[in-house]
């Protein structure tokens, strides 16, 4: 049987401690001994830039992309966009960032040496408001709404967070945001912003049956009043 090896570990300002592991080929991520992330099954990951990317109208789109993980949304955003994109990603530990530019780089095919990308290792609350407007925001940097594992994160599933990136986008654009569960609070949240929205489940296993993760897809074209 294998073991795991432990690759790197991290310490949030806050304390929090950052593992990545390896056993075989399976890679983790655990934050305070949870899973964070691992390249165990990448389907949700995978989809929520691909369902994100065809929405966008845009030969030249500007991209947000917040969480790096292990690269694969960023993977499949840069298949899905023009020589043209720019897509700039915002992860908060730079440890992270480093383990995507060493061991973790083939997972998904070396995406951080690709000319149309940026990286950011700030707040992705701070980018969302400094850097905009954007053609698209994904948001895959906690394990959803319900499971918020970095603090200052939790106001992007509040109605100030949301009207924040909903300022932050160009007209028509497309915010997709990944949850590991179905969050009926935030559904609600985004019934009373009177945005256009859906939840779409992507099965992890076979198609139409659980376990499944959610994508949350949203066009604030409607603006909600202040």
Known sequence: MNIWTELGRAKTASGDTIILRQRGELFDIR????????????ASETALAQ?????????APKI?????????????????????????????????????????SSLAGHPLGDERVTVLTKNV???????G????????????????VHEPNQILYTKAGLLRISRALRDSAIVGIWSATKSQKFEDLL?????????????LGT?????????????????AKT
Not at 31 to 42: D, K
Not at 207 to 223: C, N, T
């Open 191 to 203: 019934d009373s912003l009177d945005w256009d929205w859906q939840q779409i489940q992507i099965s």
């Open 51 to 59: 369902m994100v990317c065809r929405r966008i109208d845009r030969a």
């Open 207 to 223: 198609p139409g049956e659980e376990p499944f993760h959610i994508i949350y897809l949203a066009d604030p074209s409607a603006r």
């Open 133 to 148: 407007p954007f053609d698209a925001i994904m948001l895959d940097t906690d394990n959803g709404p319900d499971c918020v």
């Open 64 to 104: 947000l992309i917040g969480g790096l993980g292990m690269g694969y949304t960023l993977r499949a955003a840069l298949d899905a966009v023009g020589a043209g994109a720019t897509v700039i990603v915002c992860e908060l530990l730079k440890e992270i960032v480093a383990w995507n530019e060493g061991v973790l």
């Open 125 to 131: 609350v701070d980018v969302i408001e400094q850097s």
């Open 31 to 42: 934050f305070n001994g949870w899973e964070l992330m691992s390249n165990r099954n990448v």
